[in-house]
């Protein structure tokens, strides 16, 4: 297939970007010359940056009729002539396809009308695979089936600079830095804010230095874990931009949070990763990365998920003990 300019389309979160980026290299491989480019939504083309498989990142903008209308003409006329659009979403379907590219690859598992839209409608096996496996499903129509790598963020010097200097600031000397994040983007799928903290007292007692990573909407949050603790571990949430925690993460002894976006930073940068499930099955949403654990009850949770749980305190998360989220976390920090 004779492509000179390729285009990925991932409309999601944090997390999901990263899951994608295994497909740069494979594209790179098999088209040597062609120029890669990604579009994505405003807040994850961080994820991207500097990474030397891509040509373009591309940010689809929110607000602003002038700035939509200038996006779209700059979309059309950066002559794609294939586009792979992993985003499942009828937005991406309609950019798919306003692209003018003459191979233009999507899913559409619900069947909906963006289908017409592609060339060629991809078979969607979601929820049978890991999301790293169903993106390189993608490929295979454009010719490539290799084997499919790890995510990876790509950190230049200055992110690492950041990272040390923040480090730094913390004092830690030669203590093994843990990175919690209690958050999640919906609540069932966050484990008990109690229960961090006593995980932070017992990592305290380890001999190692915690520290809770987050948005700067969860700054409140943060303090209240720190409140119901004894340790009153280092607060750091807000006070990172995404880069410099992906470099922070990369000189972490263990990342332990629920299923998101950080969870996934920090295994794309080598960083050791407990990850909380409860929700969501980690057989399809779990980190992937050379050092990574997680816990997970498997219950049938899809009926209570978005309506919210009806288990109580029977759910899928508390179940979660803390006796046993500190015992595989002495196996990372042995």
Known sequence: MNVKHILLIKLRYIGDVVLSTPLLPLLRRYF????????????????????????????????????????????????FDAVVDLTDGDRSAFLTYWTGAGVRLGFNRE????????????????????????????????????PVGRPELYLGPDDQEQGDHLVRSLQIGHAPLVLLHPLARYVDKAWPLERFAALADWLAE??????????????QIGRQLINASKSKPHNLMGHTRLRQLAAVMKRSALF???????????????????????????????????????????????????????????????????????????????
């Open 111 to 146: 069947h909906r009308w963006r289908g017409k839209l592609y060339t060629r409608v991809l078979p969607s096996a979601y929820g049978s695979m890991h999301m790293v496996d169903y993106h390189a499903q993608a490929l295979t129509a454009l010719g490539i089936s290799a």
């Open 256 to 334: 332990v949070g629920n299923d998101g976006g950080p969870m996934h930073m920090a295994a794309a940068v080598g960083c050791p990763v407990l990850g909380l499930f409860g929700p969501t099955d980690p057989q399809i949403w779990g980190p992937r990365g050379e050092k990574v654990s997680v816990m997970y009850k498997g219950l049938d949770c899809e009926a209570c998920f978005y309506p919210g749980c009806t288990r109580g305190e029977e759910s899928c998360m508390r179940q979660i003990s803390v006796k046993e989220v500190c015992q595989v976390a002495r196996q990372f920090l042995e």
């Open 32 to 79: 040597p010359e062609a120029s890669l480019s990604f579009l994505v939504n405003p807040g994850t083309e961080a994820v991207l940056s500097g990474n030397p498989h891509l040509e373009h990142i591309m940010v689809l903008p929110r607000e602003g009729w002038d700035k939509q209308m200038r996006f779209l003409y700059t979309l059309r006329q950066a002559r």
């Open 206 to 219: 380890q001999g190692a230095v915690v520290a809770l990573i987050g948005h700067q909407a969860e700054v």
